[in-house]
């Protein structure tokens, strides 16, 4: 089986800017979320998709937006990029969004420096 | 609200020497806990979860957790460590469609 892929793995953007990461889920996992990692902390919540829509949101205001397509890949947009939106972004996949139990199987991240 | 601990931020051990690091977390309702490692240039990678039944949970490499409901703790131990486990390990409470991750613990093992 396949795990999960992102791109790209590295970029550099400038404040102001808008940046598009995407992610492909772990073979037959139909559920997406994305975690913010700055540089020494743990990951943090930025939202799940299911089933195309989003299902649950963390303390990230909204010009962080998502999409989730049919195939249940996954994409994240910012906009209006600031400094401190520089951070490793993490993609993570798992089956069936609405059980509590499910495990999180994570892709290596696209590391975002904004200048 | 949920949220988890990790106080060692950094952890510096000898090989064959014994690991233990210490993980709490706040929630008062049914906990789902999970230890994920992240060695260097990789992703981060399920090392053992905590559901439900024996608290003593086994993961890969050797390593267990053991889930004291009355400490609000799940802390990781291996009873000799290799220099193949430098790495950085996150401790992770389950929320409603989410984890809450620790700050994290980095591990350096001394040959």
């Known amino acids: 089986e396949t795990g999960v892929t992102q791109s790209p793995t590295h970029l550099i953007k400038t404040r102001g800017q808008q940046v598009t990461l995407r992610c492909s889920s772990q073979?037959?996992?139909?559920?997406v979320s994305w975690y913010q990692q700055a540089l020494g902390q743990g990951p943090q919540f930025i939202f799940q998709y299911y089933r195309e829509e989003e299902n649950g949101r963390g303390n990230f205001p909204p010009r962080f937006s998502g999409l989730q397509f049919p195939n249940y890949s996954s994409e994240l947009n910012v906009n209006a990029l600031e400094l401190d939106d520089s951070a490793l972004y993490l993609c993570a996949s798992s089956l069936d969004g609405t059980s509590g139990a499910n495990v999180l199987t994570f892709g290596a991240g696209s590391r975002l420096t904004v200048l | 609200a949920q949220s988890v601990s990790q106080h060692n931020h950094h952890v510096i051990l000898s090989e064959a020497a014994s690991l233990e690091l210490g993980c709490n977390y706040s929630?008062?309702?049914?906990?789902?806990l999970f230890w994920y490692v992240q060695y260097p240039g990789q992703h981060l990678q399920l090392l053992l979860k905590?559901?439900?039944?024996?608290?003593l949970v086994k993961g890969i490499k050797g390593f267990e957790a053991e889930f004291i409901k009355s400490k609000f703790s799940f802390n990781l131990r291996k009873p000799s460590v290799q220099w193949s486990d430098t790495a950085e390990y996150f401790c992770?409470?389950?929320?409603?469609?989410?984890?809450?991750f620790g700050t994290g613990t980095r591990l350096t093992v001394i040959p």
């Open positions: 929630y008062g309702g049914t906990v789902n």
């Open positions: 073979s037959g996992h139909n559920t």
């Open positions: 992770a409470l389950r929320g409603a469609n989410n984890l809450f």
């Open positions: 905590y559901f439900s039944g024996d608290p």
